[in-house]
């Protein structure tokens, strides 16, 4: 197993009558709530962190960007807000999760899939939330991730910093890092990444996610 690998995702246009964008955002105003919402296509590129002859996988996917009341879409995650208030929310989430693995398994190996959980967020204050999300796959493997985000806002673009350490089971470690094939057991991995979108023009944005995961030293030293 590599010690490190890394992501990056980048929106590609895509057209939308009556426009052509690369995540769209429009509004509907009431006279309660602002819905915010937009689509995209993503190109992603991740290093695999498998010991094998390749070093990088691509895949391409539809991104769904919705701000509503309780329900809100975000990419290639979303989730229903069940209690929000100023300094903390609760609710229930869903993310799709990538299974880095050669081409060539990928239709033996179907791992990319979504998790479903829940999410408790406590905003420290307007521009700092520590977040703590826990998730399942198919299989009741299970997994968490502890998070601080930091945003950042500028004229005409907007950001997220973040830093988190994601717990794994070991069922969840001995099946998406040992393959089935080694038992690594329950482990910590640590990542850090960077979110962010800019305005080209009214409704038309440029949208880029970049992050960095690394492996706890039992997975690291795997013969995967």
Not at 55 to 70: A, S
Not at 176 to 192: K, N, P, R, W
Request: aromatic share 12%; proline share 2%.
């Amino acid at each position: 197993m590599r010690k490190s690998v890394l992501t990056f995702l980048m929106t590609s246009p895509l057209l939308l009558e009556p426009q052509v964008t690369l995540a769209s955002q429009s509004q509907s105003n009431s006279a309660e709530v602002n819905e915010n919402w937009g689509v995209g296509i993503g190109v992603r590129i991740a290093t695999m962190p498998y010991k094998t002859s390749g070093n990088t996988v691509n895949d391409v996917m539809p991104l769904l960007f919705y701000k509503g009341e309780h329900v809100y879409l975000d990419g290639a995650s979303g989730g229903v807000n069940l209690y929000r208030s100023k300094q903390f929310s609760f609710g229930a989430t869903a993310q799709m999760r990538f299974f880095d693995i050669p081409r060539s398994a990928q239709n033996i190996i179907q791992g990319s899939q979504l998790d479903i959980g829940g999410k408790a967020t406590w905003h420290y204050s307007s521009n700092l939330d520590f977040s703590l999300e826990v998730f399942s796959d198919y299989d009741s493997r299970y997994y968490s991730n502890l998070t601080s985000a930091y945003q950042l806002e500028g004229h005409g673009w907007d950001g997220e910093l973040y830093a988190s350490l994601r717990a794994k089971s070991a069922r969840f470690n001995d099946t998406y890092y040992g393959l089935q094939l080694e038992e690594i057991g329950s482990a910590v991995d640590s990542q850090v990444g960077a979110r962010g979108r800019m305005q080209l023009y009214r409704n038309l944005y440029a949208v880029g996610h970049f992050g960095l995961t690394i492996f706890d030293h039992n997975t690291y030293s795997s013969s995967t």
